[in-house]
């Protein structure tokens, strides 16, 4: 037996590695079975190129818990180490990695992998820690043990078979590693698609009763291996190999409480300038933004890293669901070290681009499939559109604008089909369109009267879109349909004939205004035809937008809230109208005005409450 020190400046380095090194005690788990499976990995490359000269077979790892002994073991048949090799990869190597990261980030929140220091994030929840280990070189075999000073242990060992069991001796404080469920639980979120089969104890299997077995023949079981992971999972195959029945399959291993079923998937598939590998699926999302379950899943050579992948994937990709595995992301680094790593700015630049591609190609294969989805997946879209450049600029191939009609166009098709009839006299093309095919209908109908399209943008990102499309795309301009009369939205020369005289006009407004007596309403006189509504609510585009696009979390460039501002748009060319201004009555002329306005009120789902019931009762009495 020898006796040796750690080769470590640092006095005593294990508090350290416990305090600091990792926020997470649980990953001690995955970097221990992330290096049985490089172990095995190592031996397989071997033996492929000649190196190793021994039966490959096939390895599995296996992770034990011995409650008696508060202990956890995890066995590999990999290349196992040497007595050298375990002083130079043990000993120095993972502690020149512990030193120079204890120097350069005193205060890092976790750091890995990186610095070779998988191994001791053992004791983080061990305090002693064997290794038994037997080279695949036919080495005598050796037992290190180490128990959280700088002092090693190193002797020979009587193992017999090639690989490495690492032994952890739980400490009082982290007991929770030894109970089954835990230790399933790790496994199957960090080790679920890792290559190398992981069995972690057994199960029961009923055997298939033979062919014409008697009736009351009982299935025979037996235990089985209990393999925790699926070593080759979709992403690591190709596509031509792939059915969608595997894509949608593999949906469900990655999120089993997910019911519904993936409306697209995107294999990324990419070797230069790095490498990744992945597969994105389109949830049915409808207006829903909620990113908060089912997150992308970030992997590094198949071990799971997280699925907080903000600043890896941009944002708008959040949305979608499903996995990317790249070797070039550094394991387990803090948020502003990834944020600030060139590999991951082009990796979120090229699966961009990805996506993009992507909604071109499905839009040209098949459109109307793509039409009938666009609902469930224009929310990814149109945040794609707002907050990224570049997959704006691509975006006019597959971005779609529906009409309350059913149609749905394209940019190009939207403004060769409404330019000539939408035009403003001051050139400008006007986009109507509507947030809420119900609650807006009359001011539809009146756009739709005049031949007019209105298109249907109802996401909660609509207003930003409209923004982003108004400061892109030249000449054009978006109203929602109830922001003004139809006549005021798309300007054009006509004449307007008056039936009232100019004081009759003044009366009118004079006494609607004193009746309504309300500060956030104003009054509108419009000459309109006499079929036209006597009184319809309107709500300015800007005002109503900028609110909109507060409640979105966009512009504030006012601060503060944005009160409520509607236009009462009044039609004095309309019977109504002179009706107002005949009645001498006060009461009767009040009576009047009120009535109108309720309506128009309620035609802009403005009616409530009180209002409302006294309306409702009003009306009662009136048809008695
Ligand atoms: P890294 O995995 O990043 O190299 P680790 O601290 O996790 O750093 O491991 C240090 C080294 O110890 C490995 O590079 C490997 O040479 C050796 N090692 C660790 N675990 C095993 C194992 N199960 N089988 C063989 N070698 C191992
Ligand atoms: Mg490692």
């Known amino acids: 037996m020898s006796k040796g020190s750690i080769n470590v400046s640092v006095e005593n380095i294990f508090p350290l590695i416990k305090k600091f090194l990792y926020s997470d005690h649980e990953i001690f788990l995955r ?267 970030l992997y590094q050579n198949q071990v799971f890293v997280t699925d907080e992948v903000k600043g890896i994937v941009p944002d708008f990709l959040m949305l979608l669901r499903g996995v990317i595995d790249s070797p070039d992301i550094p394991l387990n680094v803090s948020r502003s070290y990834l944020q600030a790593d060139g590999a991951v700015k082009k990796i979120s630049a090229h699966i961009t681009k990805k996506v993009a591609d992507k909604m071109a190609s499905l839009m040209n294969q098949n459109r109307a499939d793509f039409e009938q989805k666009w609902n469930d997946i224009k929310v990814v879209i149109e945040y794609g559109m707002v907050s990224e450049d570049k997959f704006f ?51 539809i109908e009146i756009a739709k009267e005049k031949g007019y399209e209105v298109i249907l943008l109802d996401s909660p990102i609509a207003s930003h879109l409209i923004q982003k499309l108004e400061q892109s795309k030249e000449n054009v301009t978006f109203v929602r349909v109830d922001a003004d009369h139809i006549n005021n939205l798309i300007e054009k020369d006509e004449v307007k004939i008056s039936k009232l005289s100019d004081e009759a006009k003044t009366q009118l407004t004079t006494a609607i205004t004193e009746t309504i007596d309300n500060k956030s309403y104003t009054i509108q006189l419009e000459d309109l035809s006499a079929s036209d509504a006597p009184f319809i609510i309107t709500e300015s585009e800007f005002m109503r937008r900028m609110k909109d696009m507060q409640q979105t979390g966009g512009a504030s460039m006012f601060g503060g809230n944005f009160p409520e501002m509607f236009n009462v748009v009044v039609n004095s060319n309309s019977d109504l109208a002179s009706e107002i201004l005949a009645t001498e009555s006060k009461e009767e002329k009040e009576a009047l005005i009120k009535q109108a306005l309720d309506l128009a009120k309620l035609s802009k789902g403005l009616l409530k409450g009180k209002e409302l019931t006294n309306f409702i009762n009003r009306s009662f009495k009136n048809i008695k």
């Open 393 to 443: 600029e691509k975006s006019d191939k597959f971005a779609l604008y529906p009409t309350v009609d059913g149609k749905y166009f394209t940019w190009a098709e939207l403004t060769e089909k409404i330019k000539d009839q939408q035009t403003n006299k001051d050139g400008k093309v006007v986009v109507l369109y509507t947030s809420d095919v119900d609650g807006q209908d009359q001011y």
């Open 31 to 297: 970097e221990l079975v992330s290096n049985a499976t490089d172990a095995t990995l190592k031996l397989k490359h071997l033996c492929n190129i000649g190196e190793a000269k021994v039966e490959y077979g096939q390895p599995m790892i296996e992770v034990k818990i011995d409650r008696d002994n508060s202990t956890l073991h995890i066995i590999d048949q990999g290349l196992g180490m040497t007595s050298e090799e375990v002083e130079k990869y043990i000993n120095q190597v993972a502690f020149s990695g512990a030193e120079e990261f204890i120097n350069q980030h005193q205060d890092a929140d976790g750091i890995i992998g990186h610095f070779g220091l998988g191994f001791y994030s053992a004791f983080m929840v061990a305090d002693k820690v064997e290794i038994i280990t037997k080279s695949f070189k036919d080495d005598a075999a050796v037992h290190w043990t180490c128990d959280g000073s700088p002092e090693f242990t190193l002797e020979p060992s009587d193992k017999t078979s090639r690989g490495t069991e690492i032994i952890l001796h739980i400490a009082e404080d982290s007991k929770e590693f030894l109970d089954e469920y835990k230790i399933r639980e790790l496994l199957l979120k960090y080790n679920k698609f890792m290559p190398i089969p992981i069995k972690f104890g057994t199960r029961k299997e009923t055997l298939p009763l033979p062919e014409g077995a008697a009736e009351d023949a009982k299935a025979e079981e037996i235990e089985v291996d209990d393999i925790i992971n699926n070593p080759t999972p979709a992403w690591t195959k190709m596509p031509a190999d792939l059915t969608d029945e595997d894509y949608t399959a593999f949906y469900r291993e990655l999120y089993p409480m997910q019911f519904d079923e993936p409306l697209f998937h995107i294999h990324l598939n990419v070797d230069y300038p790095f490498n990744l590998t992945g597969i994105l699926f389109f949830p049915k999302l409808g207006n829903n933004i909620n990113i908060d379950k089912d997150k992308i899943q």
